[in-house]
């Protein structure tokens, strides 16, 4: 298995922008597909950005397509979310995942597609 650590949350002012960063610790971190969902209280967890393992490609929900950005870096097992243009509808806990499987050459976008999560890290955009 893997584990993974959210870091980069707080207080951001609307219109401005974050940068949260997912370690992932194992040997074989850097060869997993990774994910970012975001969750607010009483709605449910929600499809943020994806990436495959080796950075090719990537998706993203619709609430943040065009003022977001997905990277990796395998070197050191990080995965990068960059939002900008930030908005209140943006305040949620931010969750970084990754599938059981390795070497998964398509971009995961599903919920179900994962099977590791961090504990999150809290964003909230103050307007």
């Known amino acids: 298995q893997v584990q993974l650590v959210e870091s980069g949350g707080g207080l951001v002012l609307a219109g401005g922008s974050l940068r949260l960063s997912c370690v992932a610790s194992?040997?074989?971190?850097?060869?997993?597909?990774m994910g970012w969902f975001r969750q607010y209280l009483g709605k449910p967890r929600e499809f943020v950005a994806a990436i495959t393992y080796n950075g090719n490609n990537t998706a993203y929900g619709d609430s943040v397509k065009g003022r977001s950005t997905i990277s990796r870096d395998n070197a050191e097992n990080t995965v990068w979310l960059e939002v900008s243009a930030l908005k209140s509808e943006d305040t949620a806990v931010y969750y970084c995942?990754?599938?059981?499987?390795?070497?998964?050459?398509?971009?995961?976008?599903?919920?179900?597609?994962?099977?590791?999560w961090g504990r999150g890290t809290q964003v909230t955009v103050s307007s």
């Open positions: 995942a990754a599938p059981r499987w390795k070497w998964k050459p398509e971009v995961l976008t599903e919920l179900r597609d994962y099977d590791y």
């Open positions: 194992g040997r074989t971190a850097n060869a997993y597909a």
